[in-house]
């Protein structure tokens, strides 16, 4: 069974400080995508990135990037030179190419950057 | 510019009392997905359509229906709330049902139950 665990509950950094949010994962699938969300306070969900199991490149996107590494079964995220609009809860998340439809999420980390 | 519609965005209702939440989109995706999100919880998935084809996740409770009467449209019923039932409901709809697509949220309807 497909699985997804963020360790960090929550994290708090002073504004400008870079930061990095952990995300295991678990399949048995050898065909699978991972993905990154943001929710804000407004509660929408916002798609980040999608990185297929196939695709071990890091990716940068401004001041966002994404270590994928297969051997360890993580996909981390980190944000350099955080801002206070980073605030907000950042779920990682699991699609298995065999398996059923939808996105295993993880219970999230609640990102608070302090001015 | 929106692409995901939820409405409304809050709804009371009371215990026992059927409610309807609805959602919209307008990216003409095959796929329309209805997730529950408990207060700091992650999001679980209900159900979705595939097109007109219902998929129901093997824990939802028949407490909850949905209906997809065109393309655009789906609708969460919630025949008869509990307390246990108040969340917040979010909509997502995906182009197709492959794994591979990332899939698109609406704003979520936050459902209290008295």
């Known amino acids: 069974a497909q699985k997804v665990t963020q360790a960090q509950t929550e994290i708090s950094v002073v504004e400008k400080e870079d930061v990095t949010l952990d995300c295991v994962y678990e399949t048995r699938d050898t065909t699978y995508y991972l993905f990154w969300y943001k929710q804000p306070p407004s509660g929408e969900l916002v798609f980040l990135i999608r990185r297929n199991s196939f695709d071990e490149q890091n990716e940068i996107s401004g001041r966002y990037s994404w270590n994928f590494q297969k051997s360890t079964s993580s996909f981390n995220f980190t944000i350099t030179a955080s801002q206070v609009v980073d605030s907000a809860v950042y779920f990682c998340?699991?699609?298995?190419?065999?398996?059923?439809?939808?996105?295993?999420f993880g219970k999230g980390t609640h990102l608070i950057i302090q001015p | 510019d929106a692409m995901v519609i939820q409405n409304p965005r809050y709804q009371v209702t009371q215990f026992g009392k059927p409610v309807t939440l609805s959602c919209s989109q307008t990216?003409?995706?095959?796929?329309m997905y209805w997730y529950q999100q408990k207060s700091s919880q992650a999001p679980k998935l209900l159900f979705h359509?595939?097109?007109?084809?219902?998929?129901n996740e093997a824990d939802t409770p028949d407490n909850f229906q949905s209906r997809r009467p065109n393309t655009s449209f789906c609708f969460l019923d919630i025949r008869s709330p509990g307390l246990g039932d108040a969340a917040m409901y979010l909509c997502a709809t995906s182009r197709d049902r492959s794994a591979s697509y990332e899939q698109y949220f609406g704003p979520g309807t936050r459902l209290t139950v008295t």
């Open positions: 998340a699991l699609s298995e190419a065999g398996g059923a439809d939808g996105l295993t």
């Open positions: 359509y595939y097109d007109k084809d219902f998929n």
């Open positions: 990216l003409n995706h095959n796929v």
